[in-house]
């Protein structure tokens, strides 16, 4: 197998990731169907998304605690949407300690719930206020067709739940953890995602607002990466969450709730990997540097030896996640193989020349506009001074973050396409994969749901104001109506 | 309750324990009995210690995974002793999607089961050894009689999963752990551990040797703080964990899993807590110093406040988890108390004569021994020059950590009894909670049960040499029979 070329994204998009994930060891199906068993490769990414992410929350302001796994089945039915949504998900307890419980225990799909429930005993004034709290968990939810990553039976999450004061402090926190992911996404997983709110329809069911970030695969298909609800009062009143208000009456609190889970990895893979396999963006690369000695005879393997284990050292302590790759039984060709099916952003070889010339040769995993262009047909190949490499794999480094940013946004807005007003255009462009189309939507579920019948495409994003085009359509592309928004109609995962 | 006295540890030590957590805001009960909610307060312990773990488990080699939480019922029950300890604590899933499901699926005690069987995929030849595999996660036993963070029907832990190719190999992974675990209760929790080996009838259900950490608490009563498990062979055979050795023939590996858990928690609580709440050590404290502005005019206000967030910024600056206390609502004593409760280790006064003095007053949570001793009957307090400010803190929060470990060896030794050779004494002894209680053993199962049974005693632990007497009794204290072991009898959470 690992001499065998991996599926063609273009010919098999879907064998293709399953590829991709198998030969890089991120993970793999279980022996619970839907389960999946996250390998050290790709725990490791989950790691740093996990570190990344937790700084920000905590520099907003947030601090993280943790609810029960377990939920008594009565409080999922409280919220009326909520359960609408959530019953047919649900994994329920009905046995503990060799006994029938009285009530069922729910396997939390989402905390709202037994948090809310909580916050209401720890809040009698607007003192007690805002509540600012995160939980990194896991969550099972009943999913019939699962995808390693994008959709799991159980998943890992980050879910921020808090409580506050007025309407509008609810609604800013909502909009200030969109722009964290935001950020995030950006910043860290080089996945520019459009921003802006659900229609009704998609919303979280029991939340008064959705926002979302939306991510462009390269089938063309969207997916949802992360989002923050505005819940309104909504779980507030079915659990008594009420405290004395500034003006000394009894008001119901304000709730947000925003995640965003192992979903993202799976986004990760979907936006960067080519046909030889993962690519990671580097800062959230568990292995940003590979060493790869190169030698024939034994006096050049302790030359060699001694070189890379020299570079090795001096990486390691400049606080670059490098491996030395002295594995005896393979041939340096099997390890580039394996390094760049693994998606390690960069490949180093040291060869008995590179020693006497005190060189190395770097290869990006993907080719760096800012670098000397690479012969045709050939990989990019770096030729770097020892006495250089500190400087240069920091910024090699860096220039591969932003590389795949632009070649992200680029191909995104390559399979932009603005200015739909025929509804006949538009179901051509969805059959065959266009990718983000905007057009004019008058605001109706029937129209919604017209076009999700017939095309399965749905809204995902009615976009904020920066992603929204010069000119927004000035009718609906289904009824003709006059539009309200101008919003993004894709097939999605 | 905020003026209320606690109780004390003399008088109820199961109130007072209850009533420490509730006044830290460490945890309290939820909706769904048995399982606790752990209030950031009491996490921010948690992650501190998970982070100081996370890191000696990846510097002796081991990555981070993560498994299913469900497993099949038909898993768990593979292992004859391990179906037998478990069975009886199972949480059983048997509706899911709406549906009954064909086989219930259990939420995972512990996670051998599921990742041996993962494992036997994995490993074909002996190159494919060692596996060194680590996971954060929660899970569920069915228990009766909880108590915040000591025995929770839910909890979170870390379980450590290792496969090897000879006995001796996993003897010494599970033997490295044992001294992980060691140096972390000493270094980090201040809580001075007997380690050695448990008896037959304690070992982990499915082990061929447990190894265990057994604290001390103030109560006399002992606390298992975390276990290491050589499993022998015994979950390879049954998951077919095979591998072709060296030799070219198929054999079994050797595994041993390790876990540590939120227990340690309330172990911590036990060991280092007093009359006045909540005492941290200072490497596992999520505040280690607070600063309480003292004034009465405004314009005493503004010189004080001044003062007070310069030092806050200079102390945060050098890496000090420092808290600035600004609310208005509360007087300086209520801040004291308040501060005292949640066990900060250092208490800063900054007022008026402080700020003309260019000094502070430091209040040490415990009184350390290599400061100047306080007034009878009244608090330490040091006089600190503002100067002085960025050495001084850090030593004294050193010498907190040294003096509460120092502490708890002087407890532990004034409460360890060595060479009982009467059972009449020694029965006196558990009566009356006399500590750790060193006696022979000759090593049956029925000379162990008969404490157990007349006493509620058990033996905790075969100590390791280290820890042993300097005369090992000769008889067994039971039956009077030789003595195969010296060990460790107590009454036990």
Redesign the interface.
């Known amino acids: 197998m690992a001499d065998e070329k991996l599926p063609k994204r273009s010919e098999d998009f879907s064998a293709w990731y399953n590829e991709v994930i198998a030969r890089a060891q991120l993970a793999?199906h279980?022996?619970?169907r839907g389960?999946?068993?996250?390998?050290?490769n790709g725990?490791?990414i989950?790691?740093l998304m996990q570190q990344a992410l937790d700084k920000m929350f905590k520099d907003t302001g947030h601090?993280?605690?943790?609810?029960?796994?377990?939920?008594?089945l009565s409080?999922i039915t409280k919220e009326a949407a909520h359960v609408e949504g959530f019953?047919?998900?649900?994994?329920?307890?009905?046995?503990?300690?060799?006994k029938d419980l009285e009530e069922?225990?729910v396997?939390r799909p989402t905390s709202e719930t037994?948090i809310y429930?909580?916050y209401a005993k720890w809040v009698q004034s607007y003192?007690d206020l805002p509540i600012l709290?995160n939980q990194w968990?896991?969550v099972?939810r009943?999913?019939?067709r699962t995808r390693l990553f994008l959709r799991t039976?159980?998943f890992?999450w980050q879910e921020g739940h808090t409580a506050h004061e007025t309407e509008q402090e609810a609604e800013e926190e909502a909009i200030r953890m969109l722009g964290v992911y935001r950020a995030f996404m950006y910043e860290y997983c080089a996945v520019p995602v459009l921003i802006g709110l659900k229609t009704d329809s998609e919303k979280f069911a029991g939340a008064l607002r959705t926002y979302t970030t939306e991510a462009l695969m390269q089938d063309n298909k969207a997916l949802q990466n992360g989002t923050s609800h505005n819940l309104g009062q909504n779980f507030a009143k079915v659990f008594d969450l009420q405290f004395q208000s500034r003006a000394g009456t009894l008001e119901y609190a304000w709730n947000t709730s925003w995640g965003v889970s192992t979903r993202m990895i799976g986004g990760l893979i979907m936006t960067h990997s080519d046909d030889d396999g993962l690519v990671t963006p580097p800062k959230l690369a568990p292995v940003q540097l590979a060493i790869v000695p190169i030698y024939k005879t034994d006096a050049e393997k302790i030359t060699v030896m001694e070189a890379a284990e020299e570079v090795f050292r001096e990486m390691k302590a400049a606080g670059i996640r490098v491996k030395l790759d002295d594995r005896d039984?393979m041939s340096p060709g099997a390890k580039f193989f394996d390094w760049e099916s693994k998606g390690v952003p960069l490949r180093m070889e040291i060869g008995p020349k590179d020693v006497t010339n005190n060189t190395v040769v770097i290869v990006p995993r993907v080719e760096l506009s800012k670098e000397e262009p690479p012969k045709p047909g050939r990989k990019q190949k770096l030729f770097v001074g020892r006495m250089e490499l500190l400087s240069r794999v920091p910024q090699l480094l860096e220039r591969l973050q932003s590389q795949l940013l632009e070649n992200a946004i680029a191909r995104r807005e390559a399979n932009s396409i603005r200015g739909v007003t025929s509804y006949d255009e538009m179901a051509k462009l969805i059959e065959r994969d266009a990718g983000f189309i905007y057009a004019g939507w008058c605001g109706s579920a029937e129209c919604e749901a017209k076009v999700k019948e017939e095309t399965k495409a749905t809204i995902r994003v009615i976009p904020v104001e920066e992603f929204r085009s010069e000119k927004p359509p000035a009718g609906c592309v289904v009824c003709g109506g006059a539009a309200r928004h101008e919003v993004v109609w894709s097939k999605s995962y």
Not at 35 to 40: A, D, E, K, T, Y
Not at 63 to 72: D, G, S
Not at 87 to 98: F, N, S, W, Y
């Open positions: 793999e279980s022996p619970v389960c999946m068993v996250i390998r050290p725990y490791g989950w790691e601090e993280n605690a943790y609810f029960p796994l377990l939920i008594p409080f019953a047919p998900e649900l994994a329920i307890v009905t046995k503990g300690g060799g069922p225990l396997i037994i429930s909580m003192r709290l968990a896991n099972v009943w999913e019939m039976m159980e890992l039984s």
